[in-house]
């Protein structure tokens, strides 16, 4: 019998065979995430070097092309272009002139502030609503405003009837808000109540009106100028006060002749509500008096020789929400008529000719180095064609008292 030679089979076992397969798959994980490390570096060195040239194109913008040292609106108006690939994100809040600008390319975003420029991780987040300043808020508390919440007093006055609080806003001096009576002052045995019916405080002066309101209880004042911006500005700003649903589209609401308390009713960015009366009856008030505390202030009014010519913008544009009015005219008595020209990005609405789109219009009168003392009368809902949030009279000296005439007390 021949014996035959045994030989060794050549190749790997299962087990030497997967051994390799597992380095393999490591080499190549090692591979792809130093490839991916790369390219991340290579997006964010883009990313830096977009947001670093925008920042000084912004710059440039603010010092040498904006006739009032701000930053743009948006980036239309300016040379800023990202590299192909990278989306841009900018936000502009006009209360405080700053921005915040993002770039995002590949899922990898930065940004940079007007406060800071050196590019760090994240976006500028959701646009804040605006017209009303916000702040950060902590935690998990809820909101709806991209985890910012309205800066508003923590509470308001115990007497006086029903008030609301209104969010500030920087851009009109009131930057923590303030606390206002959501119905024109009812007399409720000799103090000024916010009550949902009943007859309205009228024919009233405004000397006396300022005198009633600040005896509600310490603190409380005549419902200012400014404070009726900062409450216009804040509605105008809201797209649930547009009848198309969105600002801008459509018509904010306007008086009538009906009759009825609250007749206008409008929302804030805080959800609370304030309503104007509508209606030509004695027992509302159509028309309510403002505390004017600006320059050359005289009891809450202001005489005739410091009212800018009819040319030039009026007392609204003072807190630059409009650009400016339209075409006046003039009428025998020497009143001047305009409207409004709408024109503000962040509101996203420009409306000519707005009268009937309840924004209002101007009515003043005007007689050079006159030294009568004329009063700011805000709303007029009963006309239609007159009403508006920024409606404003200043054309009656502060002895008139009407029928029509009355007011609110703020806190």
């Known amino acids: 019998m021949h014996k035959h030679k045994q030989h060794k089979q050549l190749g790997f076992t299962i087990i030497e065979l997967l051994i390799v397969i597992v380095i393999i798959a490591v080499l190549a994980t090692l591979t792809i995430v130093a490839y991916s490390g790369i390219q991340a ?233 304030i309503a104007f009366d509508t209606g030509a009856s004695s027992y509302y008030a159509a028309y309510e008096w403002t505390c004017y505390t600006g320059a050359n202030a005289n009891s809450c009014g202001l005489a005739a020789q410091y009212q800018p010519t009819p040319a030039n913008a009026y007392y609204t544009d003072q807190f630059n929400l409009f650009s400016g009015y339209g075409s006046f005219t003039t009428n025998g008595s020497g009143y001047y008529y305009g409207d409004p020209r709408y024109a503000n990005s962040t509101l996203g609405a420009y409306i000519n000719s707005s009268r009937n789109n309840g924004l209002g219009y101007l009515r003043s009168s005007y007689a050079s180095g006159s030294s009568t003392v004329y009063t700011f009368i805000r709303g007029f809902w009963t006309g239609v064609n007159s009403s508006g949030l920024f409606t404003l009279y200043m054309y009656t000296n502060q002895s008139y008292a009407h029928a029509q005439y009355g007011f609110r007390v703020a806190f």
């Open 41 to 273: 570096r290579a997006q964010t060195g883009v990313i830096e070097t977009d947001l670093n040239n925008a920042s000084k194109q912004l710059d440039v913008y603010k010092f040498g092309t904006s006739s009032n040292e701000t930053y743009p609106a948006d980036l239309a108006s300016t040379n800023i272009k990202a590299n192909p690939g990278t989306t841009l994100q900018y936000i502009y809040t006009s209360a405080d002139n700053s921005y915040c600008l993002a770039a995002t390319t590949g899922g990898i975003s930065y940004k940079i502030t007007s406060s800071d420029t050196t590019p760090v991780a994240g976006t500028c987040g959701a646009a804040l609503p605006a017209g009303y300043e916000t702040a950060p808020i902590a935690g998990s508390a809820n909101t709806s405003f991209g985890g910012y919440s309205p800066i508003e007093p923590s509470s308001c006055p115990s007497v006086g009837g029903s008030w609301i609080k209104v969010p500030g806003n920087t851009l009109y001096g009131l930057p923590d808000g303030f606390c206002v009576q959501k119905y024109a002052a009812s007399n409720v045995s000799g103090v000024a109540t916010s009550q949902a019916a009943g007859p309205r405080w009228t024919a009233i002066t405004q000397p006396v009106a300022a005198t009633d309101a600040s005896a509600v209880t310490p603190g409380s004042h005549l419902l200012s100028e400014a404070e009726w911006m900062t409450i216009a500005a804040n509605a105008a700003a809201q797209p649930q006060n547009w009848s198309g649903g969105s600002v801008g589209n459509g018509t904010l609401p306007i008086g009538s002749a009906t009759a009825t308390y609250g007749g206008v009713v409008v929302t804030l960015s805080n959800g609370q509500t």
